[in-house]
């Protein structure tokens, strides 16, 4: 028998054992449904308005069944450094016994800007902590949840209304005989669900444009858009950047993205300094197939943390 098969008659075997062992020992890393309700009864019974459940690891999904309903509950790719600034209080269901969990990466992405509350609760594998969160900042406006006294138009560059938007029926607002519209509603963008304004772009130099009612001064504006779900994948040819912006009343643009084909994620503009009044939140994109956008325009007060 030569070297290689010698090295397979052992290696096999070794590896058989491996994964029986792994599998034997699975059991006693996983929490059963006691200790779910018991972390879960602790969060409804001490939570605050705006809390959210973190979850870690990120895909340790089964703990949503049983968290309270008005916690929002997170975990998706990425979501470790995730700033959640609308949530002042941050809720880590933990599991560090799972296999490649990644504990020590999760605490460094997590920790800065974060203050501990109180001491970790165990509950058989799970870890439950609570966190004050620096990062969170007030909300004073958020445009998905005025949309529905809002109104809505196709521009020209010439600044033309060429045609008007109707409502849909389903709280949204689309533009006859265009591909443009806007709507609320829950999209992915590079994993990450958001409830946000769904934009479709006219085409073309046109724009869509959504006029928001009396916005209230803030200590900054916030926009984040990016291309909903597997939009972002689509690289041809063909296709164009998108544009997204706020403008004030007076048509100034106060904060403004480019999306390229295949980018995924959010990009985002950070303003500081609003002023009441109301804005236009637009979007343009010379090639309107496949360029449907996840935007979310906030008018937000000052960080808890005094973060910039």
Not at 51 to 80: K, M, N, Q
Not at 237 to 249: N, W
Not at 301 to 307: D, E, L, R
Request: a neutral charge; glycine letters at 10%; proline letters at 9%.
């Amino acid at each position: 028998m030569g070297f290689a098969r010698r090295a397979e008659a052992v290696a096999l075997p070794a590896a058989a054992l491996l994964a029986l062992l792994f599998h034997a020992t699975l059991p006693g890393r996983l929490p059963d449904q006691a200790d779910y309700e018991a972390a879960a009864a602790v969060v409804a019974r001490e939570k605050q308005p705006g809390d959210a459940l973190l979850l870690h690891p990120w895909w340790t999904e089964r703990a949503r069944l049983f968290a309270p309903e008005d916690v929002a509950v997170v975990g998706y790719l990425g979501s470790d450094g995730a700033p959640l600034e609308r949530a002042p209080r941050i809720w880590v269901l933990s599991q560090p016994d799972l296999p490649r969990a990644g504990t020590a990466g999760f605490w460094e992405a997590f920790s800065p800007g974060r203050t501990a509350v109180g001491e970790e609760r165990r509950f058989g594998t799970l870890r439950l902590s609570l966190f004050r969160n620096g990062r969170f900042r007030p909300t004073a406006f958020s445009a998905a949840q005025a949309l529905g006294r809002a109104r809505a138009y196709v521009e020209s560059p010439s600044g033309q209304h060429t045609v008007e938007c109707a409502p849909d029926g389903r709280g949204g607002l689309h533009c006859p005989g265009s591909p443009a519209g806007a709507q609320v509603g829950w999209h992915e963008v590079r994993f990450e669900p958001r409830r946000c304004l769904h934009l479709f772009p006219p085409g073309g130099q046109d724009r869509l444009v959504v006029e928001l009612p009396e916005v209230p001064a803030a200590d900054r504006l916030s926009l984040e858009a990016g291309l909903v779900w597997e939009r972002a994948a689509y690289t041809h040819q063909h296709l164009r950047p998108t544009f997204v912006g706020v403008d004030d009343a007076s048509g100034r643009t106060l904060a403004q993205v480019s999306i390229a084909p295949g980018e995924e994620g959010f990009r985002r503009d950070v303003r500081p300094g609003l002023a009441a009044g109301p804005l236009r939140v637009w979007i343009r994109a010379e090639v309107a197939e496949s360029r449907e956008v996840c935007a979310d325009v906030l008018a937000q007060g000052p960080a808890a943390g005094g973060a910039p």
